[in-house]
């Protein structure tokens, strides 16, 4: 009786196309299926619907319950009762619904583009945007690092103003002064869209001045700046500030993280919009002034290597803002370029962009 109640729900619900119904006439709520050798099976329904829902129920696993509830000897009707309504008790199992080989090869590629090697780097899926989802997770959930490029402006403000407002001999080319950082910067996930980014770069301040006939010299008194009339023929006067920095920038992202690899290799182009504001301090490891004129036909090229009373530390503020491939900087130094009483009061700013 089992073997046979067996064939009958594997029929209706696996194979329906095998089975012949009965050439006698039925009624609509009865249906029979014969099998072959006088053995005939009747369904009979109340509402016509019931064909329909058992296909909505593992058959396998009611035939497991059958297997360990009744003995092959069982003389008489078996019967089966669903009693959850739900039908949780027989749902299908994912691993007995038939895939394709086109499901299968997608599902390997999901669970490959899981696996961590080390650290935080993983293998990589094809393409897919669901693997594209699950390598921007990587990307954010972790730590990474790459190569930092800063290059922009600077400049100084003396108590709110630019020094050639008042026609300074410090005054400096606002298109001419360039600054230059090259470090190494981390990316550490915190929660949600809330990054942090730290590291650390030697950065030069390059300060040329608008006249290019100034002139720097360290007195016991402090820096002194001086027009030299002597030379006939000015091509260039600045003055360059290199300094060790540390910088933590806490950054709002949303959407994929900024980077994704090594400069100037590997972007991230599907990154979204980032912002953040935060703070840095540097060591000066050197300054020098140096001067370019023109005598006698030969360009000639002066350089002093003095401190000049530069402050040996500097910190300040630093805002970020980038969107996609494009990222903004500005760097603000709360503390004054020079000793204070040992030179003009002026607080160095730059601003530019990041690679």
């Keep these: 009786m089992k073997t046979l109640f067996s064939i009958l729900l594997s029929l209706i619900i696996y194979a329906p196309e095998t089975v012949a119904l009965a050439a006698e006439?039925?009624?609509?709520?009865?249906?029979?299926?014969?099998?072959?050798?006088?053995?005939?099976?009747?369904?009979?329904?109340?509402s016509g619907n019931e064909v329909e829902l058992l296909k909505q129920f593992d058959m396998n696993a009611i035939l497991r319950d059958l297997?360990?509830?009744?003995?092959?000897?069982?003389?008489?009707?078996?019967?089966?009762?669903?009693?959850?309504?739900?039908?949780?008790?027989?749902?299908?199992e994912e691993e007995e619904i038939e895939l394709t080989?086109?499901?299968?090869?997608e599902r390997l590629e999901e669970?490959?583009?899981g696996i961590s090697w080390s650290g935080n780097s993983s293998m990589s899926s094809s393409s897919g945007s669901s693997s594209s989802s699950q390598s921007s997770h990587r990307r954010r959930s972790g730590t990474s690092s790459t190569m930092m490029f800063d290059f922009g402006l600077n400049n100084f403000l003396s108590n709110g103003s630019f020094p050639d407002e008042t026609d300074e001999l410090y005054a400096v080319k606002p298109l001419a002064s360039w600054n230059i950082a090259l470090g190494i910067t981390n990316t550490t996930h915190i929660a949600g869209p809330l990054h942090l980014e730290w590291g650390g770069n030697i950065n030069w301040y390059?300060?040329?001045?608008?006249?290019?006939?100034?002139?720097?010299?360290?007195?016991?008194?402090?820096?002194?700046?001086?027009?030299?009339?002597?030379?006939?023929d000015p091509r260039k006067s600045k003055f360059v500030v290199p300094y060790l920095n540390a910088q933590l920038v806490p950054m709002f992202q949303f959407g994929r993280a900024r980077r994704d690899g090594w400069f100037p290799l590997d972007r991230d182009e599907d990154s979204g919009f980032r912002i953040g504001m935060g703070g840095y301090a540097g060591y000066r490891i050197g300054s020098r002034h140096k001067n370019v004129f023109v005598?006698?036909?030969?360009?000639?090229?002066?350089?002093?290597?003095?401190?000049?009373?530069?402050?040996?530390?500097?910190?300040?503020?630093r805002f970020q803002l980038g969107f996609r491939s494009f990222d903004f900087y500005a760097n603000y130094d709360l503390n004054e370029l020079f000793v204070a009483g040992k030179g003009p009061e002026l607080n160095a700013f730059s601003f530019g962009i990041m690679f």
């Design 206 to 232: 390059n300060f040329k001045f608008q006249n290019d006939r100034t002139r720097m010299e360290k007195t016991p008194d402090g820096v002194v700046f001086f027009e030299d009339l002597d030379v006939v």
């Design 101 to 105: 080989l086109e499901e299968k090869l």
């Design 111 to 113: 669970r490959m583009s």
């Design 25 to 46: 006439p039925i009624v609509q709520d009865t249906i029979i299926i014969r099998l072959g050798d006088g053995e005939e099976v009747m369904i009979i329904s109340e």
């Design 67 to 92: 297997e360990h509830t009744n003995d092959s000897t069982t003389e008489g009707s078996i019967y089966v009762e669903i009693q959850d309504q739900t039908g949780k008790k027989y749902d299908f």
């Design 295 to 317: 005598e006698d036909n030969d360009r000639e090229r002066v350089k002093n290597r003095v401190n000049y009373f530069v402050n040996n530390w500097r910190y300040g503020v």
